[in-house]
């Protein structure tokens, strides 16, 4: 197999310029570089990742923490995560805490093991001792899709939650409902709790009271969502509108509607937070709400860049907007194709890319 000093003769360059190359540890003039590049290629030269990481402390690699990847949106999370670290040259290394706290901490010390130069991770309901652990090791990390309340130690990037929540209800009371139900995610994850403010907050605009009654928890699940679902049915005065908190919530409440034979918008209007490529398949299409996932994905790599960059930079949390996509299934008609985009109200650090970005 051919070597650097291969490499630099067909260059015309020394050992050292080949590694700077490689390792980007000193700027190399772009006529060189190229020379370089052109003699790696004819040569079929494939670096030594493993004697690189020795050089340069770093193993170009990201280590990635989410739950339930075979949830679509946290399938489309991790195909924006895998384009932008394969763009800036980095290998993946993915696992599933299954939202379960002493895993979570578990699956994330064997990535650090493994000595990824960072970590993107989706945290628990309890993250305590998982973010205890990063800090203490200070692991350069980005919290992403859940945040964490106070002043954030970690960069984090998720969606914004209230205000398209609020959106669904003020819509669904526009069309006359008046008692509107929730099926709200697990409790302790912010995406719950934003959610089921911005629900509060729908109501309040809407003119109508918050009634405990018409919330049940279907904690972020198929089957937990099915028995929610059931429960609101089951009130004396049911819920004539839902809103699912998740695209998995949502599967379970159309469930629990075939399974009592009623139909929706006829029987129900439904409106759910996320939208997943087979959403329009349905009849009655849905109307929901669609994160930004492949680009939350990619963002949390650009954040994670920037922080290896700046490692001493102040910790930031960028939101990403939502689109309303207004389908049938609230009990509109069908409507044209369009849908609307909602810009967070609140100011958040746009970070400085670093040179990797």
Same mark, same amino acid.
């Given at each position: 197999m051919p070597t650097m000093a291969d490499v630099a003769r067909s260059a015309g360059v020394s050992v050292a310029t080949v590694s700077h190359v490689l390792n980007g540890t000193r700027p190399v003039l772009p006529h060189t570089r190229q020379a370089v590049l052109d003699a790696m290629d004819e040569l079929g030269y494939?670096?030594?990742?493993?004697?690189?990481?020795?050089? /340069?402390?770093? /193993?170009? +690699?990201?280590?990635?923490?989410? +739950?339930?990847? +075979?949830?679509? &949106?946290? /399938?489309?999370?991790?195909?924006?995560?895998?384009?932008?670290? %394969?763009?800036?040259? &980095?290998? %993946?290394?993915?696992?599933?805490?299954? $939202?379960?706290?002493?895993?979570?901490?578990?699956?994330?010390?064997?990535?650090?093991?493994?000595?990824?130069?960072?970590?993107?991770?989706?945290? +628990?309901?309890?993250?305590?001792?998982?973010?205890? &652990?990063? $800090?203490?090791?200070? @692991?350069?990390? @980005?919290? %992403?899709?859940?945040?964490?309340?106070?002043?954030?130690?970690? $960069?984090?990037?998720?969606?914004?939650?209230?205000?398209?929540?609020s959106l669904l209800v003020t819509h669904l009371a526009g069309l006359g409902h008046r008692r509107i139900g929730l099926v709200a995610g697990l409790p302790g994850l912010s995406t719950s709790g934003e959610r089921l403010a911005g629900y509060r907050s729908g109501l309040t605009a809407a003119g109508l009271s918050y009634d405990e009654q018409l919330v049940a928890y279907g904690d972020s699940a198929s089957a937990g969502a099915e028995r929610a679902t059931a429960a609101l049915l089951s009130l004396a005065d049911p819920p004539t509108a839902l809103v699912t908190a998740n695209n998995a919530m949502t599967i379970g409440a159309l469930r629990a509607l075939r399974d009592r034979g009623l139909s929706v918008p006829g029987d129900l209007a439904l409106c759910c937070f996320d939208d997943f490529a087979w959403a329009d398949l349905f009849s009655p299409r849905l109307t929901a709400i669609a994160q930004p996932s492949k680009e939350l994905g990619a963002e949390a790599v650009r954040v994670l860049l920037a922080r290896l960059a700046a490692p001493d930079r102040p910790a930031g949390t960028v939101r990403l907007p939502c689109t309303f996509v207004h389908r049938s299934s609230c009990g509109c008609a069908e409507p044209p194709a369009r849908s609307t985009q909602f810009e967070t109200s609140e100011k958040f650090e746009k970070f400085e890319k670093g040179p990797d970005s």
């Open positions: 494939t670096p030594n990742t493993l004697a690189r990481s020795l050089v /340069t402390s770093r /193993t170009r +690699s990201i280590g990635l923490a989410v +739950s339930a990847i +075979s949830n679509p &949106y946290f /399938t489309e999370i991790l195909q924006g995560v895998e384009a932008e670290t %394969l763009r800036h040259g &980095y290998s %993946l290394l993915i696992a599933d805490p299954h $939202d379960d706290p002493a895993h979570e901490r578990k699956v994330v010390q064997l990535l650090h093991e493994r000595r990824v130069d960072g970590m993107i991770v989706a945290p +628990s309901a309890e993250p305590g001792e998982l973010l205890a &652990y990063l $800090d203490r090791h200070r @692991v350069p990390t @980005v919290l %992403l899709d859940r945040v964490v309340e106070g002043p954030p130690h970690f $960069d984090q990037v998720c969606a914004e939650n209230t205000g398209p929540t």
